[in-house]
């Protein structure tokens, strides 16, 4: 922090806490001004970008931004658009340049869709676009909700795991979790790739099946808007739960999400049955065995844990044992 | 219920689950959730307890608190035509903080329903609770319990988590005590009774046989199988509900058919109801092993264990 621009809180501040005193400052997101010094409306961390003094929450609802890839649910299908549940403070909308007559022949309610943000209008509403061929319908899998604050924007939101699942993280907090499929614009966080390339041919194979059988004309776009699951072994549906439970924990514990966290806590959760995974006991050894691979992270998780009042009693999570470094 | 959306997909990828007994989070159909028991959570009643299942710490979270007021006996009263027993009345409310489906007036129905199971089962003679320990007075005081339930969080198996966090309230109940005596009238030279409740703390008196209390199991029929303790994508796809209440002896006490999509084929009936006598057995010892930890840990934890406490375990 430089001399002339005076005091400021870092960290967590809660509703009502003086950031600034400083007139230097303008106020951003979650905070407003009395008497010439900036106090927090939200409970969260404070973030400064220059002169611009923000405060961001950690539980909130989710605010667009152009670009942003999200997993929503529609919730109505409207004449011209559908209109998306993407968990924000607006629904958003998906406009339609396709047959006006048949939109339900490509959404219906309650479809999962992944989709990106096209633009965000004057009240918060976001326009959505699934332009690429990858985007659509998502199916084969589940929908699981974490916290938005959880899923940051980054490079890639598709991560194939080593096991054939698919995750697709919605920076809107809602992932969907599914059988491994091929995606052939978006960049994909695969960390296998020769069973990737396997897999992509076989895929190939399936996909022009499910054309064939489809009603619609186009190959490409049946598979979009199919609604038929493809057959999904046991070992794959087992997958599936594992990596589902794993998220589970992860948003629990407030650990981001992202290949590295999500394939370490897949790793660590091995030892156990899928059941298993969600008793209480278990998944505290989870994030245990995590903690000793990455405390940096962990520790960032006990701060965020304590201002929340996760952790309000000393033996949960053994909180003790965490030192500051 | 329908309030969740759900994807023809969706719906597929968990009925084809339940048809391979391998569910969306890894449990088998007829496993339980975990759940947790925390008893006296609400200071301003006579008995409160809270009882949360699954999902670590969110889940299914529901807030019970007994409350004890006196009655006076009239004549004619349905189900107490002679006046030897008390009362016990039950309400169920959901907060809309429990679930973003549940703003408004969308819970209403839920609520009437999950009261009337809940009143069904208790209050009547079907529940095996000796009701005549609420009477003070023959045909003149009783007590009333007020069994107020309130849904905190909700993600499936309401009716299941509700049956848990009554029965442990009623564990918890402490009514004070109350000193029957005789007076002499001497205007009209007649004698008749009055009581007096005791103004100390410490003259308490438990609830007698809590432990008849039935608990509840659900089975949600998804296809041509069932499903016990759903999550709400299981709710959302599932045709039909069963709730059976069984108490600790394993009798059936109760049976409550719910969410009519379609019937039950008397064959599945039969195998639900068995089944279902079978968990609850095992579910009631369960409880009450918990209840016993709650009030174990309650006492010698300097920590009080308040419900905010509790919100956060794990």
């Known amino acids: 922090m430089s001399s002339e621009s005076g005091p400021i809180s870092k960290g967590i501040v809660t509703t009502g806490s003086l950031i600034t005193r400083d007139g230097v400052f303008m106020k951003g997101h979650g905070t407003f001004v009395e008497n010439g010094e900036i106090y927090a409306s939200i409970t969260g961390t404070v973030e400064r970008i220059n002169k611009l003094v923000s405060v961001t929450s950690l539980r909130q609802r989710y605010s667009g931004e152009i670009g942003d890839i999200v997993v929503g649910r529609i919730s109505r299908v409207g004449l011209k658009r559908w209109l998306v549940n993407v968990n924000g403070r607006q629904d958003a909308r998906r406009k339609s340049a396709s047959d006006e007559l048949q939109m339900r022949k490509f959404f219906k309610e309650g479809d999962v869709v992944f989709a990106e943000v096209q633009s965000v209008f004057v009240d918060g509403a976001l326009s959505l676009h699934t332009r690429s061929l990858d985007y659509g319908k998502l199916r084969n899998g589940v929908v699981c909700y974490v916290s938005p604050a959880l899923v940051v924007r980054s490079r890639s939101h598709l991560i194939s795991l080593h096991c054939g699942v698919d995750v697709v993280l919605g920076v ?154 | 219920m329908s309030l969740y959306p759900i994807s023809i997909s969706e719906t597929n990828y968990i009925a084809k689950g339940v048809e391979a007994d391998f569910r969306v989070d890894g449990r088998d159909n007829l496993s339980f959730r975990d759940f947790s028991i925390v008893t006296g959570v609400v200071s301003q009643t006579y008995g409160s307890a809270r009882c949360r299942l699954g999902s670590l710490g969110k889940g299914t979270d529901v807030l019970v608190g007994i409350k004890a007021e006196i009655g006076n006996w009239t004549p004619g009263e349905p189900d107490n035509l002679f006046g030897k027993r008390g009362k016990i009345v039950c309400n169920v409310q959901i907060s809309p903080i429990s679930s973003q489906f549940f703003s408004g007036r969308s819970s209403d129905d839920l609520e009437i329903e999950l009261t009337q199971i809940l009143a069904n089962s208790i209050s009547l003679e079907q529940s095996s609770i000796d009701l005549e320990q609420l009477c003070i007075i023959e045909k003149q005081a009783y007590w009333i319990l007020y069994v107020d339930a309130l849904v905190l969080g909700y993600d499936g198996n309401i009716i299941d988590t509700l049956f848990y966090a009554t029965r442990a309230a009623f564990s918890d109940i402490q009514l004070p005590k109350v000193v029957v005596e005789s007076v002499l009238d001497e205007e009209t030279n007649t004698e008749h009774q009055a009581f007096e409740i005791i103004d100390d703390p410490s003259a308490l008196r438990p609830f007698n046989d809590w432990e008849n209390i039935p608990m509840s199991v659900t089975s949600y029929i998804i296809g041509k199988r069932y499903v016990v303790d759903c999550s709400v994508q299981e709710e959302t796809i599932s045709t039909a509900r069963i709730t059976v209440t069984i108490n600790k002896n394993g009798d059936i006490c109760s049976i409550h058919k719910g969410d009519m999509k379609t019937g039950i084929s008397p064959s599945l009936l039969q195998n639900i109801l068995s089944i279902s006598k079978r968990i609850g057995v095992d579910l009631v010892s369960a409880q009450s092993a918990k209840i016993e930890n709650a009030k174990l840990s309650k006492d010698d934890s300097e920590i009080p264990d308040t419900s905010l406490t509790f919100l956060n375990l794990f």
């Open chain 1, 172 to 325: 809107n907090g809602c992932i969907h979790i599914g059988k491994h499929r091929v995606f052939s614009h978006l960049q994909v966080d695969s960390d296998n790739d020769e069973a990737y390339l396997k897999d992509e041919q076989s895929s190939l194979e399936s996909n022009t099946k499910a054309g064939n059988s489809s009603t619609l004309p186009n190959n490409d776009y049946s598979d979009i808007y199919s609604d038929v699951n493809d057959d999904i072994d046991i070992s794959t549906r087992t997958n599936i739960s594992r990596v589902h439970n794993c998220i589970v924990i992860l948003d629990r514990l407030f650990i981001r999400l992202n290949s590295t966290s999500i394939n370490t806590a897949y790793e660590q959760s091995l030892q156990y049955f899928v059941p298993e995974l969600l008793k209480q006991d278990v998944a505290n050894e989870i994030a245990e065995s995590r903690d000793n691979k990455n405390s940096a992270m962990t520790f960032k998780l006990l701060v965020n844990s304590v201002a929340y009042g996760i952790l309000s009693r000393t033996d949960d999570l053994s909180a003790q044992r965490y030192t500051i470094e």
